[in-house]
């Protein structure tokens, strides 16, 4: 399935550009979902230009604002893993600096590498994070929104004019599909459901052998132990087959046929709050929900005008920093819910349908969509204001002189044709610049 997700990131490269008031080099990960280090790719560059200066003297802003961070996972980036296959000029070029003493610095962990700036904008999508804080001490000044608000009103756009006609069949309307990484919970809840006599209650699925990994979750090695089932879980519940990009999709059947979604958020055992599309899939159908994520997540919602079913049924699960007591708190709120008698469920589904149908208002509203871009914006121009004062205009002109003061690199620079690497008139160019950007940043 293709998902249009380079909208998103030319909108945001405008934004960036008119606070820049000028190039703004986005990289995004190609194709979206990719997470190797080659597939971080620059969105579109300057066509006047050739590409080494560009690397040089424009402002970059990485997004990994789809997937949670994952700080460590880069940590120990190379050169190789950078480009496998490099050219022959490319390696001449590095061996030539290399014969002159000097290590050019090629970029870690995300960054692309040295420029006229130390530091790199990083374009995320979560609070609470110590992730966050290892990019901010690793040369990055993270600026937050929550990108999934935005890709979520594209993907369930349609879901604005559907009305439902609901058939109810079951209660709980449970996807539960990967569960490899920060998703091994789902395989304890899908436990806990037979357990608390609660399968028949549920309209779900699942998978025993991990469609990312192709192994059975009993020979998977558990982060947590504490997630790993001891029920045969199959014997129970039919298996999935749901693709990796259902969650950017929406079944109307299912919302028909059951009354309360009990969403399984990507976090989970985690203290992060990251909420994804799957959170508002439910809001775009304008159904009633159960959040199973990380603690406070009600709160995030309730943050951009969203309300939760508080005055319906027990939400204190969300409160609950225990994962493994906060998991078992959702399934007895749901073992409630399920002995409600005839009288309570309409009742209260009366009640809990007005919150959803409020949300669902909210959420295709020109309201949140301008929270959402408000948001962004003014962090963008924090963001960029931070970086004004991280220049390494001075650095960088006196690393040059130093470099072309060698006869050898003149003439590699007067010859080279690749426009990933430097020439004569490239360095000229920029240095050109540099000293204006450094005048400037000096002048009172």
């Not at 190609?30 to 280090?37: E, F, L, Q, V």
């Not at 669902?360 to 408000?374: E, G, M, W, Y």
């Amino acid at each position: 399935m293709s998902i249009p997700l380079d909208r998103l990131y030319h909108f945001i490269e405008n934004i960036a550009e008119e606070i820049n008031q000028d190039h703004v080099l986005i990289y995004r990960f190609w194709p979206h979902g990719a997470k190797n280090i080659n597939n971080l790719c620059v969105l579109k560059r300057n066509p006047d230009m050739r590409i080494w200066p560009q690397l040089q003297i424009y402002p970059k802003l990485i997004c990994n604002d789809q997937e949670p961070l994952d700080f460590d996972f880069y940590q120990n980036i190379t050169m190789a893993d950078r480009k496998e296959n490099r050219s022959s000029d490319d390696v001449e070029w590095f061996q030539l600096l290399h014969s002159i003493g000097y290590q050019f610095p090629f970029g870690k962990n995300l960054s692309p590498g040295a420029s006229i700036y130390n530091k790199s904008l990083l374009l995320h999508s979560e609070q609470r994070s110590s992730n966050v804080s290892k990019y901010q001490d690793d040369r990055f000044i993270p600026v937050y929104y929550w990108s999934h608000g935005f890709i979520a009103q594209d993907w369930f756009r349609f879901a604005q004019h559907v009305t439902q006609h609901k058939q109810v069949c079951t209660k709980f309307l449970i996807y539960n599909r990967a569960w490899s990484g920060t998703r091994e919970y789902r395989l304890k809840f899908a436990e806990l459901l037979i357990q608390h006599d609660l399968v028949k209650d549920c309209k779900t699925k699942i998978n025993s052998v991990e469609p990312e990994l192709d192994i059975h979750y009993s020979q998977h090695k558990f982060s947590n132990e504490a997630w790993r089932p001891t029920e045969i879980l199959e014997n129970y519940f039919p298996v999935s087959t749901a693709k990796s990009y259902y969650s950017a999709d929406f079944d109307i059947e299912d919302y028909e046929a059951t009354d309360i979604e009990v969403v399984l958020e990507t976090l989970f055992d985690d203290r992060r709050l990251h909420l994804t599309e799957k959170s508002l899939r439910p809001i775009a159908c304008g159904q009633p929900f159960i959040l199973a994520t990380t603690h406070g997540s009600l709160q995030y919602l309730r943050n951009y005008g969203f309300k939760t079913f508080d005055h319906v049924w027990n939400e204190s699960y969300d409160l609950e920093i225990d994962p493994v007591q906060r998991l078992i708190s959702i399934v007895k709120l749901m073992q409630q819910i399920a002995q409600w008698t005839p009288q309570q469920r309409h009742q209260k589904l009366a009640q809990a349908q007005i919150v959803a149908d409020h949300n669902k208002k909210h959420f295709f509203s020109h309201h949140f969509t301008q929270q959402v871009a408000q948001e962004l914006e003014n962090n963008l121009k924090q963001g960029f204001q931070t970086l004004s004062q991280c220049n390494n205009f001075e650095s960088w002109i006196k690393d040059w002189e130093c470099i072309t003061s060698h006869q050898q690199i003149q003439h590699w620079l007067e010859s080279n044709s690749n426009p990933d690497l430097p020439n004569s008139q490239d360095v000229d160019l920029v240095k050109r610049i540099a000293v204006e950007k450094l005048s400037k940043a000096n002048t009172p």
